[in-house]
């Protein structure tokens, strides 16, 4: 189990995967009773310019990226609600092309990491280990979760691998986003895009459940999703990893699951649950109402493909439109197909999107 996490976040360092501000001043949408997913305030812009983003991009080998447009970002928070049902701010990334068309949204939900400064509201600069600012700059309004235990939720526990929490710190940032949009008259074009590689991979997916579900208008058209590297058969991959063992033993405490200076604490629920026979975040075996991709590299250690098979198998078996897409990299590991997973949804996205 110290091999799922810590390769989390070692391999997905090597660029993009793993992270993914300012003074914040309060600027209320509406005076009520507070709620999930309601806006709370947003930070000052930060400008990126577009060769600056460029420069930035040239020294990714293997990247085939050209921006298009000048960057501003901001910090955005806004109410979610932890494990134990309560509400509490959380914050994510907001970036924003300058364009004066309508944009589509993608929403990019980052893989593991321990430390607090890998928070994508904290990635306001273009870097080349964050890609949401990049994705911006090809015309999307980028949207990017902090995730509980990160950014304004700092020293909250962080519900690894659980489903509810992970599917609402997606749709209520969706939320919020799309409210200060609106108020500012930022126009999006109602299409939206989600994608996430390994633990945002799992997110993403419990995200485009709960709004496969839901029964309220959510003023989005989801009109494209690829997901990377993720654990949706969470049991499988759990029982994967860790083989035989069938009891959480004395010497896999927290202190191994993580690295020993981790600033983020890991909820262990996902493990008790496995040991237990509970199945409930699993996130594999329902039936999507568009095409889903399964990106997936089949020497991937850290989150095995299979659980891409089973996901694919449970999906296909239900009359989904579901594609596993196999990374070509040699080898095919976790961080080894990490650049060709983004390179693979840009692609496919641009292919999908209105408003060039």
């Known amino acids: 189990m110290r091999f799922l996490l810590t390769c989390s976040y070692i391999t997905l360092l090597s660029f993009v995967l793993i992270s993914c501000g300012g003074g914040a001043s309060p600027n209320n949408i509406a005076e009520r009773a507070p709620a999930q997913g309601d806006f709370k305030s947003i930070s000052n812009g930060i400008y990126n310019q577009r060769a600056v983003i460029q420069t930035k991009l040239s020294a990714v080998k ?35 092309p300058a364009k004066n068309t309508p944009s589509p949204i993608l929403s990019f939900q980052h893989g593991t990491t321990f430390y607090h400064a890998e928070a994508p509201s904290l990635q306001r600069k273009v870097n080349k280990r964050h890609p949401e600012i990049l994705l911006a700059s090809l015309g999307y309004i980028v949207f990017s979760p902090d995730y509980i235990g990160y950014g304004s939720s700092e020293g909250e526990a962080h519900p690894y691998l659980q489903k509810q929490p992970s599917a609402d710190i997606v749709i209520d940032m969706l939320k919020a986003g799309k409210a200060w949009l609106d108020k500012e008259k930022i126009v999006s074009n109602k299409q939206l895009f989600l994608t996430g590689y390994s633990e945002g991979g799992y997110v993403t997916m419990a995200a485009l459940e709960a709004l496969h ?129 983004l390179n693979y949804t840009i692609r496919y996205f641009a292919g999908l999107r209105n408003d060039l």
């Open 62 to 96: 293997e990247l085939n990226l050209t921006p298009q447009y000048d960057v501003n970002t901001y910090k955005l928070e806004y109410l979610s609600q932890d494990t134990h049902n309560n509400l509490l701010t959380v914050s994510a990334l907001l970036a924003i």
């Open 213 to 341: 579900h839901q029964t309220t208008n959510t003023n989005f058209t989801i009109s494209g999703a690829v997901l990377g590297a993720g654990p949706y058969d969470l049991h499988l991959t759990l029982k994967t990893l860790l083989g035989k063992i069938n009891y959480l033993p004395d010497f896999l405490d927290d202190a191994v699951l993580i690295p020993k200076n981790a600033e983020v604490y890991f909820e262990r629920t996902f493990l008790d649950r496995y040991f237990d026979g509970d199945k409930q975040d699993n996130v594999h075996n329902w039936k999507p109402s568009i095409p889903l991709k399964l990106f997936h590299g089949e020497d991937d250690a850290t989150v095995p493909i299979e659980s891409a098979i089973s996901t694919f198998n449970a999906m296909t078996a239900l009359g989904a439109d579901v594609e596993l897409v196999k990374c070509t990299a040699k080898p095919a590991g976790h961080s080894d197909c990490a650049i060709p997973y």
